[in-house]
């Protein structure tokens, strides 16, 4: 009888340990990463189709609430609120031939079987979170005027947290201050050339006679972004996106590292300006030296030291 009872009590503690794993599987694959109060950005492009004529980021910033998204596709645009019915993965809508006949030409389709099981978060009818590998992806679907293929996959890309990649802070009172009014962001990364443009404010090249200014520069001097809030005519810039890309020969074949530097007005009074800074970037991080308080910009993986040089 005793030999009984345990090992019915061996079974039942099989089956908790079995359901508790079951239940704890299915908390990750549900719980997610997906969280109210949580912002994305899209930051690494994983497919852009034929008809959609992009090829990079969108860096489209996501705020999750408790029962929407909203959508901002730069500082400068309005908010797009898309109601969501609840927050939960559910299985691919897809099978293989569905998804097939979501691409024009077979050459283009885009194997997302190959990642395993995939997990699915609808927003709109035409947008979509996927989980896949452990990462957030965002899909945008377009229709189109074809009788065999009503609607295309236009895009896909990574979604990053906002703030994974780092902040930095910046306090503009050029009138106030003997610092240097600028907001330099230094490249710690080998590298011979960077390209940069940004629309608001003024991007500076003090390396170039009479400061280079401009809203697209070239740096091979010097291992710096620096970003004026001041426009040509005086006016304090509420903020700028700065995108930017790091070559190693000195050419525009020899890309390395890309990103955006999305800047923000915090606060603004007696004659004091507080911006931040978010970079958005799959393989750099930005981070303030506590010692100087300059922020420079690096990748982890070949990141030497801060006593170290390249």
Same mark, same amino acid.
């Given at each position: 009888?005793?030999?009984?009872?345990?090992?019915?009590?061996?079974?039942?503690?099989?089956?908790?340990?079995?359901?508790?794993?079951?239940? !704890?599987?299915?908390?990750?694959?549900?719980?997610?990463?997906?969280?109210?109060?949580?912002?994305?950005?899209?930051?690494?492009?994983?497919?852009?189709?034929?008809?959609?004529?992009?090829?990079?980021?969108?860096?489209? &910033?996501?705020?999750?609430?408790?029962?929407?998204?909203?959508?901002?596709?730069?500082?400068?645009?309005?908010?797009?609120?898309?109601?969501?019915?609840?927050?939960?993965?559910?299985?691919?809508?897809?099978?293989?031939?569905?998804?097939?006949?979501?691409?024009?030409?077979?050459?283009?389709?885009?194997?997302?079987? !190959?990642?395993?099981?995939?997990?699915? !978060?609808?927003?709109?009818?035409?947008?979509?979170?996927?989980?896949?590998?452990?990462? *957030?992806?965002?899909?945008?679907?377009?229709?189109?005027?074809?009788?065999?293929?009503?609607?295309?996959?236009?895009? =896909?890309?990574?979604?990053?947290?906002?703030?994974?990649? $780092?902040?930095?802070?910046?306090?503009? +009172?050029?009138?106030?201050? #003997?610092?240097?009014?600028? /907001?330099? /962001?230094?490249? &710690?990364?080998?590298?011979? &050339? *960077? #390209?940069?443009?940004?629309?608001? $404010?003024?991007?500076?090249?003090?390396?170039?006679?009479? /400061?280079?200014? $401009?809203?697209?520069?070239? =740096?091979?001097?010097?291992? /710096? =972004? &620096?970003?004026?809030?001041?426009?040509?005519?005086?006016?304090?810039?509420?903020?700028?996106? *700065?995108?930017? +890309?790091?070559?190693?020969?000195?050419?525009? @074949?020899?890309?390395?590292?890309?990103?955006?530097?999305?800047?923000? !007005? *915090?606060?603004?009074?007696?004659?004091?300006?507080?911006?931040?800074? @978010?970079?958005?970037?799959?393989?750099? =991080?930005?981070?303030?030296?506590?010692?100087?308080?300059?922020?420079?910009?690096?990748?982890?993986?070949?990141?030497?030291?801060?006593?170290?040089?390249?």
């Amino acid at each position: 009888m005793l030999k009984r009872t345990f090992a019915v009590l061996m079974a039942f503690l099989l089956m908790l340990m079995l359901f508790c794993g079951c239940a !704890q599987t299915n908390l990750e694959e549900n719980s997610a990463i997906i969280k109210p109060g949580t912002t994305y950005i899209g930051a690494k492009a994983i497919f852009s189709g034929s008809l959609s004529g992009f090829y990079g980021p969108t860096y489209t &910033r996501y705020e999750i609430t408790e029962d929407a998204v909203v959508c901002k596709y730069s500082v400068y645009s309005k908010e797009k609120v898309f109601p969501v019915e609840k927050w939960e993965w559910q299985e691919f809508p897809y099978s293989e031939e569905e998804w097939n006949e979501l691409f024009l030409v077979p050459e283009e389709i885009f194997d997302i079987f !190959q990642y395993g099981k995939i997990m699915y !978060q609808p927003i709109t009818e035409l947008s979509s979170f996927l989980l896949v590998d452990g990462e *957030i992806w965002c899909m945008n679907i377009t229709p189109v005027n074809d009788e065999n293929h009503p609607f295309l996959v236009h895009s =896909i890309e990574l979604l990053l947290p906002e703030d994974s990649s $780092g902040k930095a802070l910046f306090e503009y +009172a050029p009138a106030m201050s #003997s610092k240097e009014p600028f /907001f330099d /962001f230094e490249i &710690r990364t080998d590298f011979s &050339r *960077i #390209s940069a443009s940004g629309g608001e $404010g003024r991007l500076v090249d003090v390396d170039k006679p009479y /400061f280079q200014l $401009g809203h697209n520069i070239v =740096i091979d001097d010097h291992d /710096f =972004i &620096r970003w004026s809030p001041m426009d040509y005519d005086g006016i304090i810039s509420n903020g700028a996106e *700065i995108d930017f +890309a790091v070559f190693q020969n000195g050419d525009n @074949t020899s890309w390395v590292y890309d990103g955006k530097i999305i800047i923000e !007005q *915090i606060k603004s009074e007696n004659g004091k300006t507080l911006y931040e800074a @978010t970079l958005i970037s799959p393989d750099l =991080i930005l981070k303030t030296d506590e010692n100087t308080g300059k922020a420079y910009i690096y990748d982890p993986d070949t990141w030497l030291g801060d006593d170290e040089e390249y």
